[in-house]
């Protein structure tokens, strides 16, 4: 079949390419009367001629689009070679994501030894685990320059010698000033690493696996967060000590992980980037197990060239912000990213304790172990996702999840709503002088006292009834006790009474806890890794640094602003008004993903800037699936096409 090129542009790219390689980026659409229109891009701006170029033949054109793609399929796998290595690539770099996961997930358990050995104050356990995501989100930022500048594999050695620094310092840490150095240490590694290790992974990837390996990042984070769990309930048995261990540990994978990355090698994309073309080749053959690398290497270094001619000069961020697809995957990126954090899984994580000792849990060791199991369910439910990710594909995947968030975080409000109705009355006002000026004696009812960060709910129970209840002022050295009266330390074991801080006892608990297990459920396997997944695809090579930079960024960023501002918009909403603005927010973000976010499963990752080239709300039109983008088959002396799915207008022509 024979194509007559009209515009002279056209006609110039054909031109230069007369080698196997071409980097000429087609996208074919719908077109008048049937037809499919051949479209150029050029930079930012968008050449196409005003004539249907390419006519859609009336022809069985089902059994041309199996054949193609049984031939694409046989292509692909000869070319890939053995995924083996790539495996072994991905696993020593997820286990930055692996330490990301045990030192986010290690500091709770470690804090309920922390406080009564150092005796920290309510400021300083805020400090010890808010020093540590200000740090990763402050790295995050300044990773962009450093993978830029450095490259990708000695970024990841940087992070993994500073989480082995931190955990030696953390296991040796005297007092608490140091332990707070320690932490800082280790939010520099967290934060360099959640944003290294994903790109590292999608630039060594071959493209049909490059979904699942970036998605085994995520895994390694919540299996870092269960390992963490367990290891601070194993520990928890120590009378003296037990956080030194639990703190210290990090430096073992740390430690491995930076032996294994003398001996790994560099993205080949980075390489090529750099003008290092011999190595970049040698290390794609290598990681492809194959000699038949010349196509995607020859495929990629064009398409590099031609992105460094069009990006122009000045700093990246400013040349992402003038470059129109550059930017609205910046923005893609950046909001997908927020609205994993706004959707609030780490205030269900932070609120899973409390969860639990709503449930009728009030022993700090079984806390511990069920928390485990929490982290577990969440590991679990991320490696589905690691399943489908390559099935359905990252877009349907994350609106899935991200509905079912909204729907569970609904389901979390509406416990705590019927728990705030069937709030216990205050029945018991203690005579006790330290007291008499607190605020606490003010309150009639458990949710009330609840909502005030000074107060706690004393009381007793006879079965499921409660008895002799009060409102008493909460220790500000701990919160486990009350300052004075049944409740505090002295007497609390004698007088048989129950201290309640942030919850109150309720009949409604399990509605609370099944909206837990769901939220999950749904978040783990899709809005967990998908942001992670997503941002490391969709930029262009010279601005893939910065774009995850300034992702992780906005990650680490409204990780902190969900955290500190959690307790003070319970205060004025209530806990289930706090789970309800989650749960719009999420909803929210549900239709941000529905409009922004294309389909990119099976693409290289040159191919994908192309899916911004059109306005932002358009990107995720109609399921991103009315237009589809393939990469040439470099000679162009045959052109097979076919519609792979009619009814859903998905056209699909290679060049041989």
């Not at 292509?75 to 770099?93: E, H, I, M, Q, R």
């Not at 000069?313 to 697809?325: D, E, F, K, N, Y």
């Not at 349907?396 to 019927?418: E, M, N, Q, R």
């Not at 959690?566 to 999420?586: D, M, N, P, R, W």
């Amino acid at each position: 079949m024979r194509v007559k090129l009209q515009h002279s542009a056209l006609e110039r790219r054909y031109t230069d390419y007369s080698s196997e390689t071409s980097t000429l980026r087609r996208f074919f659409a719908k077109g008048e009367n049937g037809g499919l229109e051949l479209r150029a891009m050029d930079g930012g701006r968008k050449v196409e001629d005003e004539r249907s170029l390419i006519r859609a033949p009336h022809i069985n054109t089902r059994a041309d689009a199996a054949t193609a793609a049984e031939r694409d399929s046989s292509t692909a796998a000869g070319n890939d070679g053995s995924p083996k290595f790539v495996y072994l690539l991905a696993t020593f770099s997820a286990l930055g994501g692996f330490l990301f996961g045990y030192d986010t997930g290690v500091v709770s358990g470690a804090m309920l030894l922390l406080k009564k050995e150092l005796n920290l104050s309510a400021l300083w356990q805020e400090l010890l685990v808010s020093s540590t995501v200000g740090a990763a989100a402050l790295a995050a930022l300044a990773g962009g320059f450093l993978n830029e500048a450095l490259g990708r594999r000695l970024c990841i050695l940087l992070a993994s010698f500073i989480f082995s620094a931190g955990g030696v310092v953390l296991s040796l840490a005297p007092n608490k000033e140091v332990l707070l150095c320690g932490r800082l240490i280790v939010g520099l590694g967290i934060g360099v690493a959640s944003m290294t290790v994903p790109v590292y992974i999608a630039e060594v990837s071959p493209p049909h696996l490059r979904g699942q390996l970036v998605t085994i990042n995520t895994l390694f984070i919540t299996g870092g967060q269960f390992i963490a769990s367990v290891v601070d309930g194993a520990f928890s048995y120590l009378n003296h000590g037990g956080w030194r261990y639990m703190l210290g540990l990090s430096a073992v994978p740390a430690v491995l992980q930076f032996v294994g990355f003398l001996f790994l090698p560099e993205s080949p994309r980075w390489l090529l980037q750099k003008g290092r073309s011999e190595q970049a080749r040698q290390v794609l053959t290598h990681i492809r197990a194959t000699d038949n690398v010349n196509e995607e290497y020859d495929s990629i270094k064009s398409i590099i060239e031609e992105e460094e001619k069009e990006s122009g000069g000045g700093p990246v961020l400013w040349r992402i912000l003038t470059c129109a697809p550059a930017r609205r995957a910046l923005i893609v990126g950046c909001g997908l990213q927020m609205f994993q954090q706004l959707s609030g899984i780490n205030t269900v994580m932070y609120y899973s304790a409390t969860i639990l000792q709503m449930a009728g849990v009030r022993d700090d060791k079984m806390a511990i172990w069920l928390a485990a199991a929490t982290a577990f369910t969440n590991f679990l439910f991320t490696l589905l996702g690691v399943w489908l990710v390559e099935r359905v594909g990252r877009r349907k995947l994350t609106l899935g999840s991200i509905i079912g968030t909204a729907i569970s975080l609904s389901v979390l409000a509406v416990g705590f709503l019927l728990s705030a109705q069937a709030s216990p009355p205050v029945t018991f006002h203690p005579r006790d002088p330290s007291s008499l000026n607190s605020t606490c004696t003010h309150y009639g009812f458990c949710e009330y006292c609840m909502l005030d960060p000074n107060c706690g709910f004393c009381y007793r129970e006879n079965g499921s009834t409660i008895l002799n209840s009060s409102c008493d002022p909460v220790d500000q050295a701990n919160t486990e006790e009350a300052a004075s009266g049944r409740c505090s330390n002295a007497t609390q074991g004698s007088t048989g009474a129950f201290w309640a801080y942030n919850y109150c006892p309720t009949p409604y608990s399990w509605i609370v806890l099944l909206g837990l297990i769901l939220y999950l459920a749904f978040f783990a396997p899709g809005m967990g890794p998908m942001p992670w997944t997503v941002n490391s695809e969709i930029y262009p090579l010279w601005a893939r640094s910065t774009g995850n930079a300034c992702s992780a960024g906005i990650n680490w960023i409204c990780n902190v602003l969900v955290s500190l501002t959690f307790l003070h918009v319970a205060e004025f909403l209530t806990y289930y008004g706090a789970f309800f603005l989650y749960s719009g927010l999420a909803l929210l973000g549900f239709f941000f993903v529905l409009g922004c976010l294309p389909e990119t499963k099976g693409l290289m990752l040159e191919d994908i800037e192309t899916l911004f080239s059109r306005r932002l709300c358009t990107c995720g039109a109609f399921g991103g699936q009315n237009v589809h983008y393939v990469r040439p088959r470099l000679d162009l002396g045959k052109l097979r096409y076919g519609t792979l799915e009619p009814e859903e207008r998905i056209a699909y022509i290679s060049l041989q």
